[in-house]
Nanobody, 122 residues
Framework: QVQLVESGGGLVQAGGSLRLSCAAS????????MGWFRQAPGKEREFVAA????????YYADSMKGRFTISRDNAKNTLYLQMNSLKPEDTAVYYC???????????????WGQGTQVTVSS
């Protein structure tokens, strides 16, 4: 069983920044694609970004490009999401997840963290 634990969420003003982290318990963390998703109240889970197993390829939702940066440190078994220029509409619970493919489809992610709340005030 793989455990993913997110941290770094919180309350921030519009225009501010946050960096989310996701610690993975898996061995060979570096061999799996990792992704970030988010879910706002009353809305479906939404793809944010993904990064390939060696970190050479990244994939972003169009609305996140230029503001969010996904990265990973395989030596630390940790995934990151740097979020800049935050907007109130970025308010959501953010989840990290593991997949065998670089994909935006939530159904192709096998393991999920419990989520961390990000709230952006106007």
């Amino acid at each position: 069983q793989v455990q993913l634990v997110e941290s770094g969420g919180g309350l921030v003003q519009a225009g501010g920044s946050l960096r989310l982290s996701c610690a993975a318990s898996r061995r060979a963390f570096g061999f799996y694609t990792m992704g970030w998703f988010r879910q706002a109240p009353g809305k479906e889970r939404e793809f944010v970004a993904a990064i390939s197993w060696i970190g050479g390829s990244t994939y972003y939702a169009d609305s996140m490009k230029g503001r969010f940066t996904i990265s990973r440190d395989n030596a630390k078994n940790t995934l990151y999401l740097q979020m800049n220029s935050l907007k109130p509409e970025d308010t959501a619970v953010y989840y990290c997840a593991e997949s065998r493919a670089l994909t935006s489809s939530a159904s192709e992610y096998d393991y999920w963290g419990q989520g961390t709340q990000v709230t952006v005030s106007s």
